[in-house]
């Protein structure tokens, strides 16, 4: 669906509105960040981290489409664009599970291993 | 420039600049420290898109929670930059590389794309209130609400599981 914005709402919303590209362009950035640390470290700790930083630009990004789709719909709908905060509350609700998860599987592999890095884990492949 | 636009960039550029110094911290402790601050003006990012709750949640579940529970393994392993495992200098070349080149991809997708010209809403608007989101949230996602009650329960036992000795 196209959302329409004509000048006048823009005359008055100018004031109270950002340009919603640059949320598009620090999310991109917050998460390449977050892709070249996991190419980039071996630490899994680390990794994990950087896993959590490529999450929190998406939950960013969705926060802001949400407030862009409420500015343009909010004549017809005074609720247009809340699915977008639920979905960012339900990811953070997945992540919190994930991480409990995945720091138990860390610590179980460094007391295996007496180490963190992720190299030792390749003989997963064997 | 008025006080929103110039918290924006404020608040950008201090992410953008916690966020690499994450990814090039020897030591694993202070890459959580800057990690927590990228996660406290994320919060403010959302404080000014006047998304108060996930604001809110975002500083206890995520700077409160997980982070403590990073820098509690962290210690409990007693990492520090001695113990940092060290990467071929050209694999890390390789993924910066890489990592910029998604950068480059998705802005040269993106730049010209039709949604620029919209704006995203600051300061105003309240679906991000409580008030708002705690109605709809138990009456069109009540499901996937108790749903992801079981996932925490099943996260739960196996984090238990997981890390109990055998």
Redesign the interface.
């Known amino acids: 669906m196209k959302i329409k914005i004509t000048p006048a709402i823009r005359a008055e919303t100018k004031r109270e509105s950002m340009p919603v590209n640059y949320y598009i362009f620090l999310a991109i950035a917050l998460f390449c960040i977050g892709v070249a640390g996991v190419l980039t470290r071996r630490n899994a700790i680390i990794i994990f981290m950087c896993i959590e930083l490529m999450l929190n630009a998406v939950n960013l990004l969705l926060v802001a489409f949400s407030k862009m789709h409420h500015l343009a719909l909010k004549a017809t709908n005074p609720n247009a664009g809340i699915e977008g905060q639920l979905f960012v509350f339900f990811i953070m609700v997945v992540a919190a599970a994930e991480v409990s998860v995945g720091l138990a599987i860390i610590a179980m592999m460094y007391r295996n291993t007496h180490s963190v890095d992720v190299n030792f884990l390749n003989r997963l492949k064997h | 420039m ?1 006080a ?2 110039f918290l ?1 960039w404020f608040l ?1 550029v201090v ?2 600049f916690s ?2 110094m ?2 090039v911290s020897k030591n ?1 402790v202070h ?2 420290l800057w ?1 927590i601050i ?2 406290f003006t ?1 919060s403010g ?2 404080i ?4 108060q ?2 604001a809110i ?2 500083l206890i ?2 700077a409160g ?2 982070m403590v ?2 820098l509690f ?2 210690m ?2 007693n ?1 520090n930059s001695d ?5 071929n200098k050209w ?2 070349i ?3 590389i ?3 080149a ?2 480059l991809v ?2 040269a997708a ?2 010209d ?1 039709d ?11 309240d ?2 209130l409580i008030h ?2 705690g109605i ?2 138990f009456n069109d ?1 009540v499901i ?1 609400f108790e749903v ?1 009650s079981i ?2 329960l ?3 036992v ?3 599981v ?2 109990k ?1 055998e």
């Open positions: 008025n929103t636009q924006f950008s992410a953008i966020a690499i994450v990814v694993p890459s959580v990690l990228v996660f994320i990012h959302y000014l898109l006047n998304a709750f996930l949640v975002n579940v995520y929670a997980i529970l990073f393994v962290i409990l392993m990492l113990t940092e495992p060290q990467k694999l890390k390789a993924g910066v890489g990592g910029g998604l950068l998705l802005v993106l730049k794309a949604i620029k010209n919209q704006l995203a809403q600051t300061g105003t608007g679906i991000g708002n989101l709809a949230l996602y996937p992801s996932l925490f099943s996260a739960m196996g984090a238990v997981i890390g000795k």
